[in-house]
Every structure is written in structure tokens, then in C-alpha cells.
């Protein structure tokens, strides 16, 4: 009885699995990541994984959620203020680039709502719509609908076409750093009372 070994301690080993779990995904999203490669970089078996985290998708929805909440602790929004908003957004996904490729890999592989990013979702809304009650930000546009697009001016050079990239005067694979610049004035612009 006393003199049993003490089983190991499994919380290293989670956090092992999860660091390896968003590079596996953000690189190879969900339908090309492999449970094996994660097992083998986190330095732990394959069951462990199931053990812990239960399925592959599963697992996936865990690195998505955890992502998205590090991402909202990280930028609060100040709806009044959207701009800035953008622009601490943009910096925190230049910081960490695999919270933009997890995001866009849910988008594709899973169409499903993640429940902690909606609920972060759904506060930011809430503040946009009393902003635009309040005569800050326009409200012509639904207060979901502007969210969306403010995220989508942020993320823009992420989602931009190859082609697009590659034109004269783009700035290849990463945005120039004027790039920022332009986000921030386009949202400014977009969000302005009418």
C-alpha cells in the first residue's frame, strides 16, 4: 500500500499534448492533422490523448475554444472605439498566428458554433449595439453583421488570394507593414456614424 508508486502526475502531460495539438491543427487543420504526430511532438501516447480529450474533433474543439478565449482576454473591445479595437486585434493575431489559421481550419472543417467563442461573440455585440444606440458607431449595419466585418478587414491579408498576393506592389506572403495602417482606416471608415 505505502510502498505502491504514485501514478504520474497527467497535468504536464495535457499541457504537452494541447502545445502540440494547435501546431498539429493550425498546420494541417482538422481532416489533415494526425493524432500520431501529436502523440510523438508532445512526447506521449495516442491513448493518452483519447483518455484526456476523447476524439480528434473533440480535441480540435478544445485547442479552437481555448484559442479564441486567449485571443478575447488578450483584446478587449471598446466598441466605441473599433478602431483601436482592429488595431490591438491585429497585432495579438501578427503575435500569434495560429489563432487566425485554427479560426479559419473551424470555419472550413467544422461550421459549427464553438460555445466559448460565441459567448465572447455575443458580448461584443452587446457593446456595439450600445454604441451604435449611443450614435458612436453606425447603425445602419446590424451589430453582428459590422462584427463580422470589422474581423474581416483584420484578417484580410490572411484570407487574400495568392494571386492577389502575388500582384506588383503587394507585399507577398506577409502584409507590408503599412498594412495596419490601412486596416485601422478602412474600419474607421466603416464604422463612422452616418
Known amino acids: 500500500m505505502y510502498g505502491d508508486p504514485m501514478p504520474p502526475d ?3 502531460t495535457k499541457r504537452r499534448l494541447l502545445r502540440a495539438a494547435v501546431e498539429e491543427f493550425a498546420t494541417h487543420g482538422l481532416a489533415g ?3 500520431d504526430r501529436i502523440a510523438e511532438t508532445a512526447a506521449a501516447n ?3 490523448i483519447y483518455m484526456h480529450f476523447g476524439t480528434k474533433e473533440e480535441l480540435f474543439d478544445r485547442v479552437v475554444a481555448e484559442s479564441m478565449t486567449e485571443l478575447a482576454e488578450a483584446v478587449a473591445i471598446d466598441a466605441g472605439d473599433l ?3 482592429a488595431g490591438a486585434l491585429y497585432d495579438r493575431l501578427r503575435q500569434r498566428p ?4 485554427l479560426y479559419l481550419w473551424a470555419g472550413l472543417e467544422r461550421q459549427r458554433p464553438v460555445e466559448a467563442e460565441a459567448a465572447e461573440y455575443r458580448r ?3 457593446a456595439v449595439e450600445a454604441a451604435q444606440r449611443a450614435g458612436r458607431v453606425r447603425a445602419d449595419i446590424p451589430a453582428v453583421e459590422l462584427m463580422a466585418m470589422v474581423i474581416a478587414l483584420v484578417i484580410s491579408w490572411d484570407t487574400a488570394s495568392w494571386s492577389l498576393k502575388a500582384l506588383p506592389g503587394a507585399a507577398g506572403r506577409e502584409p507590408a507593414p503599412e498594412h495596419r495602417a490601412a486596416v485601422l482606416a478602412a474600419v474607421a471608415a466603416l464604422v463612422r456614424p452616418l
Open 10 to 12: 497527467a497535468t504536464e
Open 33 to 35: 492533422a494526425r493524432v
Open 46 to 48: 495516442k491513448r493518452s
Open 83 to 85: 478602431p483601436a479595437y
Open 98 to 101: 495560429h489563432i487566425t489559421r
Open 124 to 126: 461584443n455585440i452587446a
